[in-house]
């Protein structure tokens, strides 16, 4: 038996160190451990509940958009404010190419370094990998003149010694597939959404102000100013420049990203049998036409699976939601073994036990600064994945068509999807349907404005004189990383008490009072590990669920701040 410990993985947000035991050459078992301690809920209490959504924001660094959109409609949840149709329009734009524009990064610059080896596109021929490239797609920039100027680029880096932000990779690693000119096309592809991720990210600045930490969120709706006759407004003009935002960001998606994506999976076709872990899937909905409660309008519907049964779909509730801390360093008053629903939930750090060991995991014990999240007693697996197989199941006539043409592309069943390329394949499949909708709401926007109907936000709730004296309310969130819970309690117009359950909360969990291992540490049983000394495999898994540690745990300790990646083997 083979130890091996990955403290912090990178290519994240945040810091999160895996352990796992290696048996036979494959992970036999295994351990998700966040090392930071989360604050902001703490930091909220006693301020005004208009300010919530502010403050949530600072969650993370990546992630601010989703924390304000979940935080901003919890306190109307609680308040009873209805955000105008406008409203919502505004936030299906912002959410909606978020959406997109984190598929597309996580994939190219987070994910690809997995399955896509660098070096090995310095032997590419330019002319083959221009050849190959135009046989997949329409893509303009698939000439041999192109593709050799990405060559240059590469091998001028090579040959300075410093491979910059290629420098730290597995190159050569025996788990790699792709040929030298399928390499270089990554490569290329890789550089260019860099360029096309900096361009469409715009759609923020227009509609909220800013990138990161949009700014135009409010109680009841939006601040966004709509007026077709004015320049300081959401404007015509400021319209057309959207529209070519969103054919931009549809280009890239169609012409690159799906093909990418369609490349990788088919030269790994044993990884649609690897990384399933739990059976078990979750999903709080949304991106619909009306308000947040109108569920029956919902792009992606609101559900249950369980024990990968596609079948049906069961309803969720909200009120099934807990969080453990059995294997936590943190301590519940109602003890160790307590699972407390998100409005009684807490937050201090007043664990006493041990110094949390970092040479090696106490992994009978409490071994992370996660919560473990469970609906109704049981694992749940949430993000794109989980959304994909929702809708599936539901019938989603959208979903079901866009997921049909590409198993059969593949020549896959529906039960692939129940793997690491599953994840990647349903954030491609995502996009796709996301940005055929974001046009078709921007039309509205301007169809809205042009009949007259500027309201952009219910002032009526804006006072909290109007509020009850004490209130509570849930704001639900589909983010990229899947199924994003604010839950707050309000008392005279502050906040009394806050959670926020996040995605990778879900899916970094630790194991619970009752022994049941998270999602990533399901998922990472039976990986085959070739060099557990260059631990690919495990890295390809985890980052399929695009974990990021900062939303689920947001204080990092600065005496241990500085520590680098390190891949330790214990062999006894």
Same mark, same amino acid.
């Not at 796992?20 to 209490?45: C, L, N, P, Q, Y």
């Not at 005004?48 to 949530?56: N, Y």
């Not at 519907?301 to 969080?323: C, F, H, N, S, W």
């Given at each position: 038996?083979?130890?091996?410990?990955?403290?912090?993985?990178?290519?994240?947000?945040?810091?999160?160190?895996?352990?796992?035991?290696?048996?036979?050459?494959?992970?036999?078992?295994?351990?998700?451990?966040?090392?930071?301690?989360?604050?902001?809920?703490?930091?909220?209490?006693g301020?005004d509940?208009?300010?919530?959504w502010?403050?949530?924001?600072?969650?993370?660094?990546?992630?601010?958009?989703?924390?304000?959109?979940?935080?901003?409609?919890?306190?109307?949840?609680?308040?009873?404010?209805?955000?105008?149709?406008?409203?919502?329009l505004?936030?299906?734009?912002?959410?909606?190419?978020?959406?997109?524009?984190?598929?597309?990064?996580?994939?190219?610059?987070l994910?690809?370094?997995?399955?896509?080896?660098?070096?090995?596109a310095?032997?590419?021929?330019?002319?083959?990998?221009?050849?190959?490239?135009?046989?997949?797609?329409?893509?303009?920039?698939?000439?041999?003149?192109?593709?050799?100027?990405?060559?240059?680029?590469?091998?001028?880096?090579?040959?300075?010694?410093?491979?910059?932000?290629?420098?730290?990779?597995?190159?050569?690693?025996?788990?790699?597939?792709?040929?030298?000119?399928?390499?270089?096309?990554?490569?290329?592809?890789?550089?260019?959404?860099?360029?096309?991720?900096?361009?469409?990210?715009?759609?923020?600045?227009?509609?909220?102000?800013?990138?990161?930490?949009?700014?135009?969120?409010?109680?009841?709706?939006?601040?966004?100013?709509?007026?077709?006759n004015?320049?300081?407004?959401?404007?015509?003009?400021?319209?057309?420049?959207?529209?070519?935002l969103?054919?931009?960001?549809?280009?890239?998606?169609?012409?690159?990203?799906?093909?990418?994506?369609l490349?990788?999976?088919?030269?790994?076709?044993?990884?649609?049998?690897?990384?399933?872990g739990?059976?078990?899937?979750?999903?709080?909905?949304?991106?619909?036409?009306?308000?947040?409660?109108?569920?029956?309008?919902?792009?992606?519907p609101?559900?249950?699976?369980?024990?990968?049964?596609?079948?049906?779909?069961?309803?969720?509730?909200?009120?099934?939601?807990?969080?453990?801390?059995?294997?936590?360093?943190?301590?519940?008053?109602?003890?160790?073994?307590?699972?407390?629903?998100?409005?009684?939930?807490?937050?201090?750090?007043?664990y006493?036990?041990?110094?949390? %060991?970092y040479?090696?995991?106490?992994?009978?014990?409490?071994?992370?600064w996660l919560?473990?999240?469970?609906y109704d007693?049981?694992?749940?697996?949430?993000?794109?994945?989980?959304?994909?197989?929702?809708?599936?199941?539901?019938?989603?006539?959208?979903?079901?068509?866009?997921?049909?043409?590409?198993?059969?592309?593949?020549?896959?069943?529906?039960?692939?999807?129940?793997?690491?390329?599953?994840?990647?394949?349903?954030?491609?499949?995502?996009?796709?349907?996301?940005?055929?909708?974001?046009?078709?709401?921007?039309?509205?926007?301007?169809?809205?404005?042009?009949?007259?109907?500027?309201?952009?936000?219910?002032?009526?709730?804006?006072?909290?004189?109007?509020?009850?004296?004490?209130?509570?309310g849930?704001? %639900?969130?589909?983010?990229?990383?899947?199924?994003?819970?604010?839950?707050v309690?309000?008392?005279d117009?502050?906040?009394?008490?806050?959670?926020?359950?996040?995605?990778?909360t879900?899916?970094?969990?630790?194991?619970?009072?009752?022994?049941?291992?998270?999602?990533?540490?399901?998922a990472?049983?039976?990986?085959?590990?070739?060099?557990?000394?260059?631990?690919?495999?495990?890295?390809?898994?985890?980052h399929?669920?695009?974990?990021?540690?900062?939303?689920?745990?947001h204080?990092?300790?600065?005496?241990?701040?500085?520590?680098?990646?390190?891949?330790?083997?214990?062999?006894?």
């Amino acid at each position: 038996m083979t130890r091996i410990k990955i403290d912090p993985v990178t290519r994240i947000e945040g810091h999160l160190r895996i352990e796992a035991e290696v048996t036979g050459g494959k992970v036999s078992e295994a351990w998700a451990s966040g090392t930071m301690f989360r604050g902001i809920e703490k930091i909220v209490e006693g301020r005004d509940a208009r300010e919530a959504w502010i403050w949530a924001q600072r969650i993370c660094g990546v992630c601010t958009t989703v924390h304000a959109i979940a935080s901003v409609r919890a306190v109307e949840d609680a308040v009873g404010a209805t955000p105008p149709p406008n409203a919502e329009l505004v936030r299906n734009l912002i959410a909606g190419s978020q959406l997109v524009h984190d598929h597309v990064i996580h994939f190219y610059h987070l994910h690809a370094l997995d399955w896509v080896d660098v070096v090995s596109a310095l032997k590419a021929n330019p002319a083959k990998a221009s050849s190959l490239a135009q046989s997949i797609s329409d893509y303009p920039l698939s000439s041999t003149a192109y593709f050799q100027g990405v060559l240059t680029r590469l091998k001028t880096l090579a040959d300075s010694g410093q491979l910059s932000l290629f420098a730290s990779g597995y190159w050569g690693h025996p788990a790699y597939q792709l040929t030298a000119e399928e390499n270089l096309i990554a490569v290329a592809h890789y550089l260019d959404a860099l360029e096309w991720q900096r361009d469409v990210i715009r759609i923020h600045a227009v509609l909220g102000g800013k990138n990161p930490h949009p700014q135009t969120f409010v109680v009841g709706g939006m601040a966004t100013p709509l007026d077709p006759n004015s320049p300081q407004a959401i404007n015509e003009e400021r319209i057309t420049f959207l529209r070519s935002l969103l054919k931009t960001m549809r280009t890239f998606v169609e012409q690159v990203y799906l093909p990418d994506v369609l490349l990788v999976a088919s030269a790994y076709p044993e990884w649609t049998k690897i990384g399933g872990g739990t059976r078990n899937f979750l999903t709080y909905g949304g991106y619909g036409k009306g308000s947040v409660a109108d569920t029956a309008s919902y792009l992606f519907p609101r559900g249950i699976i369980r024990d990968l049964d596609l079948t049906r779909v069961l309803p969720m509730d909200q009120a099934k939601i807990t969080e453990q801390v059995a294997r936590s360093w943190y301590t519940y008053p109602q003890g160790n073994q307590a699972a407390l629903h998100p409005y009684k939930g807490e937050t201090d750090a007043n664990y006493t036990g041990p110094k949390p %060991p970092y040479q090696w995991l106490n992994t009978g014990d409490k071994y992370s600064w996660l919560k473990a999240p469970r609906y109704d007693g049981q694992v749940m697996e949430v993000g794109p994945l989980a959304r994909a197989l929702v809708a599936y199941a539901a019938g989603v006539p959208a979903v079901k068509q866009s997921v049909d043409a590409t198993l059969k592309k593949l020549g896959v069943a529906p039960a692939a999807l129940y793997s690491t390329l599953g994840r990647v394949a349903a954030r491609a499949l995502e996009s796709e349907i996301v940005m055929s909708q974001l046009e078709g709401w921007l039309d509205e926007l301007d169809r809205n404005m042009n009949a007259g109907d500027l309201r952009i936000a219910d002032t009526a709730k804006w006072d909290p004189s109007s509020w009850p004296s004490s209130a509570r309310g849930f704001g %639900p969130h589909e983010v990229p990383r899947g199924s994003l819970g604010h839950w707050v309690e309000i008392s005279d117009g502050t906040i009394s008490r806050y959670q926020a359950v996040v995605p990778t909360t879900w899916n970094a969990s630790p194991r619970d009072a009752q022994g049941q291992p998270g999602p990533y540490e399901q998922a990472l049983v039976g990986t085959p590990v070739a060099d557990p000394s260059r631990p690919l495999e495990l890295l390809r898994t985890v980052h399929s669920f695009d974990p990021c540690l900062a939303c689920a745990v947001h204080v990092l300790d600065a005496e241990d701040g500085g520590q680098r990646t390190t891949v330790s083997v214990d062999t006894g």
